[in-house]
């Protein structure tokens, strides 16, 4: 079992950066893809930013592209997320997810483990 606890939500001027982090508890962190997902109020979760096991392949919704970055450290059983240039679009609420198997992936659905969320908000 994989517990997660996510941090580095806050309130942040438009145009300004966020490093969120995921803390994952257990000893076969490195088995699992781990990805980020937001929801806004009203609206339904959605995708972010996804990393395979060995950090070696990555992916992101359009929204975000080229704006965050995803990494993770298997020594230290953490990911983070990288996110500039924001948004008030990007107002949401931030959960990190584990997937076992390793394999990076987009749908929710296959993610096995999530954290408690940590807010982010975007004035503009």
């Known amino acids: 079992q994989v517990q997660l606890v996510e941090s580095g939500g806050g309130l942040v001027q438009a145009g300004g950066s966020l490093r969120l982090s995921c803390a994952a508890s257990?000893?076969?962190?490195?088995?699992?893809?781990m990805g980020w997902f937001r929801q806004a109020p009203g609206k339904e979760r959605e995708f972010v930013a996804a990393?395979?096991?060995?950090?070696?392949?990555?992916y992101y919704a359009d929204s975000v592209k080229g704006r965050c970055t995803i990494s993770r450290d298997n020594a230290k059983n953490t990911v983070t997320l990288q996110m500039n240039s924001l948004k008030p679009e990007d107002t949401a609420v931030y959960y990190c997810?584990?997937?076992?198997?390793?394999?990076?992936?987009?749908?929710?659905?296959?993610?096995?483990?999530w954290g408690q969320g940590t807010q982010v908000t975007v004035s503009s």
């Open positions: 990393i395979n096991w060995s950090g070696g392949n990555t």
């Open positions: 257990g000893r076969t962190f490195s088995s699992y893809a």
């Open positions: 997810a584990a997937a076992p198997g390793g394999v990076a992936a987009l749908r929710s659905g296959v993610y096995e483990y």
